[in-house]
C-alpha cells in the first residue's frame, strides 16, 4: 500500500484515475471536466493522467461536463466529473437527467459557497441543493475516508441493483487543498474491487432503443418509484461492499454513519465532512472528562438513513446537529432529514445550530460553546446561529 | 402492475429502415419527416445513433415503451445534444466501433440554448455529423420565435412580425474551422444526398443547416413545403453552398429571377404586412453580394475539395 502526503484533490483524482483505467478492459472511461475553485485540480489531475482506454473531454461548462459523462455512460463507459458551488449549480439541469437516465456516474463535489457575492469558502449548500436529484450523496471527513468513499461509490452506483449516480463531497481548502497521509489505493487493488462497468441499456446498434423520451404519468410513477426502490438497497449494498473492501484493502470505512459514545449518551452531536473530525476531538475531551457525550458523524445522505439515526440516538434525551449550509426560511437541511428520522421518538430533543457557513473556521472552542450551550436547553428553538467569522 | 423496465427505455423491433418508421407523430408535411427519409437512405448500413434534443424531433418518437425511431437514441436536455454525442462517439471510437453519432436538432436547440454546446464539440472537432433541421420557430411549445426566426415573422412572441435579423448560423460554423458545413433544401434531392455522402465521409465535425418547411408554424398548407423550400432556394433567400475547412467556399445553386413573392404569398406567418417583399429582397441582395465576394475570394477548389 502506498502512503501518500497528498491534497484532497490529488487523492480524489488519483482515485478517480485509477477507477476509470480499472475499466480498461471493457467499455473504457470518460470524463467531462470544466475548472471550478476548490475542485479544479482534480480535472487538471485527470487531464494529465493517461489512461489505457479513456477520454477526459475539455468541454466548455459544467452542463456540458455532465452531458459528456450521460454520452460516455450511455455509451457503457465508466463515467466522471468534479465540481463546486456555482458549477454544480449551473449544472443542475443535467445532474437530474444522469439520475433519470440511471446512469452510475461518479461526481466529486468539493463543497463551495454558492454565489454572488463571490467567496470560494467551504459551505456545504451547493451539492445539498441537489438533495432532491435522484442521486447518492456521501460526505467524508478525511482524505482517507474521501479515497475509500470514492470506490465504494463506483461500486454501490454501478451495482446492477442500484443504477443510480453517486456524488462524493468533501469540505472546499479544509480537505481538498490540505495535505494528509493516506493510503493511496495501488491499480491492481482497485481492479480487484472494482468489476467492470456494465450500463445494462446502454445504447447499442444491435438492440436500438429510445433512451430519455416522452412517458405519461403512469410510467413516470413506475421511474421514481423504481428509483425510490433503489434507494432503498442502497444500505445492503453498500453494507456487502464494505466487507468487500475491507478483505481487499485491510480497513473498513465508515458506511451510513458513524455512531461513536451514543449507546450511553445524554447528548449527541451531529456532523459532516471535516466538521465531524473537529467533533470527534471535542467528544472524545468530555468523555475523558466524564461527560455522557456522543456523536454521529453523517456520512451517507441520499438515501437519508432515517433507520439508522433512529436506532443510533435511541432514547437520548438531546440531539445537536451542525449544519454549514443553510435553506432560507427554513433552517439547517442536515436537521430537516434528522428531525424526520426522530419523528417517532418524541422525547428527544432536536436543536439544530447554523455555523461556518460561508467558509467560517469552525474551531474546538466553538464546538465546545455548543455542546455546553446544548446541555443547558430543556426544549428546542429555532435554528440557532452560531456566528464564528465575526467573531 | 405491469412490469415497466428499469429505465426509460423504449424499444422497436425493427433495425435502421428508415430512421424515422410510420406511426410517428410528425405533422402533416413536416420537413423533418423527409429529411429523415433521405438521411435513412445514406446512412442505413452505417449504425447511426442520434443524440437528439428536446424539440418535435424527439416527441415524434412517441411515448414509451415504443419509439418510431428504429436507430439507438439518446434524448437530451435542450442545450446538451452536442456534449452527449461527444461522449456517445469518444467511447465508440476508444472501442473501435464502427457507428456515426449524429445530433439532429431544432433551431431553437442549435442557434439559441445549445450554441454554447455546439460551437464547444465544433472547436474540439469532435466526430460527429450535426443537423439542424432549421424550422425557424420553437415548434414543439407551440411557436414561439427563435434566433434562427426571419425578420418580418409573425410568431406567437413577435405579434406584429419580428423585428431582429436572423442570425447567420453558416457563418458561426464556418468560424469554427470545422472540415465541412453545408445547407439543404428538400427540393433538391441530388443536393442533399451528395451532401449526406460527403458527410459520411468526411471525419471531425461536420454541420448541415436543413431549412425545414413546418406547416404548424408557417401558417402553410402542407403540400406546399417543398415548393416553398425551391422558392427559398431560387430566389436567393436559402442560399445553397458549401464550406470546406471554414474557408473554401462553392455556391451549389444560383439564384434565379423567382420572386419573393412566390415564397411569402404562401405563408399566413408573412402576411401581417410586417415586412414588404421590397424590403427582403433588399436584404437578400445585399447577402448575396456578401456570399458572391466570399466565394470569389475563397472558393473551394473543384479538383480538391
Ligand atoms: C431548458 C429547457 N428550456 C425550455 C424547454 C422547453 N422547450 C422544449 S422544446 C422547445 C423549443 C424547441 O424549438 P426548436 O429547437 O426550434 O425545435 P422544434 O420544436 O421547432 O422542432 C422549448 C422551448 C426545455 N425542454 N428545456
Ligand atoms: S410543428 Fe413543425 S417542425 Fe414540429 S412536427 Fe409539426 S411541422 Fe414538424
Known amino acids: 500500500m502506498a502512503r501518500k502526503l497528498v491534497s484532497g484533490n490529488q487523492a480524489a483524482g488519483h482515485t478517480l484515475a485509477v477507477a476509470g483505467e480499472a475499466n480498461r478492459e471493457a467499455r473504457g472511461c470518460i470524463c467531462g471536466a470544466y475548472p471550478i475553485t476548490p475542485q479544479t485540480e482534480i480535472i487538471e489531475f485527470l487531464r494529465a493522467y493517461e489512461f489505457t482506454k479513456g477520454r477526459v473531454v475539455p468541454v466548455e461548462s459544467e452542463h456540458s461536463a455532465m452531458a459528456v459523462c450521460m454520452g460516455g455512460s450511455l455509451a457503457g463507459a465508466r463515467s466522471v466529473t468534479a465540481s463546486s458551488s456555482n458549477g454544480l449549480a449551473y449544472m443542475t439541469e443535467n445532474v437530474f437527467a444522469a439520475g433519470y437516465y440511471r446512469l452510475p456516474i461518479v461526481m466529486i463535489a468539493v463543497n463551495r459557497t454558492l454565489g454572488p457575492p463571490w467567496n470560494i469558502w467551504v459551505d456545504q449548500g451547493d451539492s445539498l441543493m441537489l438533495r432532491d436529484a435522484p442521486w447518492l450523496q456521501f460526505y467524508t471527513e478525511s482524505h482517507q475516508d474521501l479515497v475509500d468513499t470514492i470506490l465504494l461509490a463506483f461500486r454501490v452506483a454501478e451495482d446492477p441493483r442500484i443504477l443510480l449516480p453517486a456524488m462524493v463531497a468533501m469540505d472546499g481548502f479544509v480537505t481538498s487543498h490540505t495535505q494528509m497521509g493516506v493510503d493511496l489505493p495501488e491499480q491492481e487493488l482497485v481492479d480487484r474491487f472494482l468489476p467492470h462497468c456494465i450500463v445494462p441499456h446502454r445504447l447499442r446498434s444491435d438492440h436500438p432503443t429510445t433512451i430519455g423520451g416522452l412517458t405519461w404519468p403512469k410510467e413516470t410513477e413506475h421511474h421514481r418509484i423504481e428509483i425510490q426502490r433503489a434507494m432503498e438497497r442502497v444500505p445492503e449494498v453498500l453494507a456487502e461492499a464494505i466487507s468487500e473492501f475491507e478483505e481487499i484493502f485491510g480497513r473498513r470505512p465508515h458506511g451510513l454513519l458513524s455512531a461513536e459514545h451514543t449507546e450511553d449518551a445524554d447528548v449527541i452531536l451531529v456532523a459532516s465532512n471535516s466538521m465531524a473530525r473537529t467533533l470527534r476531538g471535542v467528544v472524545e475531551s468530555r468523555r475523558e472528562a466524564g461527560e455522557k457525550i456522543g456523536m454521529i458523524k453523517a456520512k451517507t445522505f441520499r438515501p437519508f438513513p432515517r433507520e439508522a439515526f433512529e436506532s443510533a440516538v435511541g432514547k437520548t434525551a438531546k440531539v445537536g446537529v451542525l449544519d454549514r449550509n443553510h435553506s432560507p426560511g427554513s433552517g439547517g437541511i442536515f436537521w430537516q432529514e434528522i428531525v424526520t428520522s426522530l419523528r417517532n421518538q418524541p422525547d428527544t430533543m432536536v436543536q439544530d445550530y447554523l455555523v461556518g457557513l460561508g467558509g467560517g473556521d469552525v474551531t474546538p472552542e466553538i464546538l465546545h460553546e455548543i455542546v455546553d450551550d446544548l446541555i443547558s436547553r430543556s426544549k428546542s428553538v429555532e435554528p440557532v446561529w452560531k456566528e464564528v467569522a465575526s467573531r | ?305
Open chain 2, 1 to 305: 402492475m405491469n412490469v415497466v423496465p428499469l429505465n426509460m427505455n423504449a424499444n422497436c423491433d425493427t433495425t435502421c429502415d428508415p430512421v424515422l418508421r410510420a406511426g410517428n407523430t410528425n405533422c402533416a408535411g413536416c420537413g423533418m419527416s423527409i429529411g429523415l427519409q433521405w438521411f435513412s437512405e445514406v446512412f442505413r448500413d452505417s449504425k447511426p445513433i442520434l443524440a437528439i434534443p428536446a424539440c418535435c424531433g424527439i416527441v415524434t418518437a412517441g411515448a414509451f415503451p415504443t419509439s418510431a425511431y428504429s436507430v439507438p437514441i439518446a434524448a437530451t436536455t435542450f442545450a446538451s445534444a452536442a456534449a452527449v454525442a461527444t461522449g456517445l462517439r469518444s467511447v465508440a471510437l476508444m472501442n473501435t466501433e464502427e457507428n456515426v453519432t449524429v445530433c439532429w436538432a431544432g433551431d431553437g436547440g442549435t442557434y439559441d440554448i445549445g450554441l454554447a454546446t455546439l460551437s464547444a464539440a465544433a472547436e474540439r472537432n469532435e466526430d460527429i455529423i450535426y443537423i439542424c433541421y432549421d424550422n425557424e420557430i420553437y415548434g414543439n411549445t407551440g411557436g414561439q420565435r427563435s434566433s434562427a426566426t426571419p425578420e418580418g415573422v409573425v410568431t406567437s412572441t413577435t405579434t406584429s412580425g419580428k423585428s431582429e435579423r436572423k442570425k447567420d448560423i453558416m457563418a458561426i460554423m464556418a468560424a469554427h474551422h470545422i472540415p465541412y458545413a453545408a445547407t439543404l433544401s428538400v427540393a433538391h434531392r441530388e443536393d442533399f444526398i451528395r451532401k449526406l455522402e460527403i458527410a459520411k465521409k468526411t471525419k471531425g465535425f461536420r454541420f448541415l443547416l436543413m431549412l425545414s418547411p413546418c406547416p404548424t408554424g408557417w401558417k402553410s398548407e402542407p403540400e406546399d413545403g417543398v415548393d416553398l423550400i425551391r422558392y427559398a432556394v431560387r430566389c436567393g433567400l436559402f442560399p445553397l453552398y458549401e464550406v470546406y475547412d471554414g474557408d473554401r467556399y462553392r455556391i451549389n445553386v444560383e439564384r434565379d429571377q423567382t420572386s419573393i413573392e412566390e415564397y411569402i404569398t404562401r405563408q399566413r406567418r408573412y402576411t401581417k404586412g410586417s415586412i414588404l417583399a421590397e424590403e427582403l429582397t433588399q436584404l437578400i441582395d445585399a447577402r448575396w453580394q456578401k456570399l458572391k465576394r466570399i466565394v470569389r475570394a475563397f472558393p473551394a477548389d473543384d479538383n480538391k475539395v
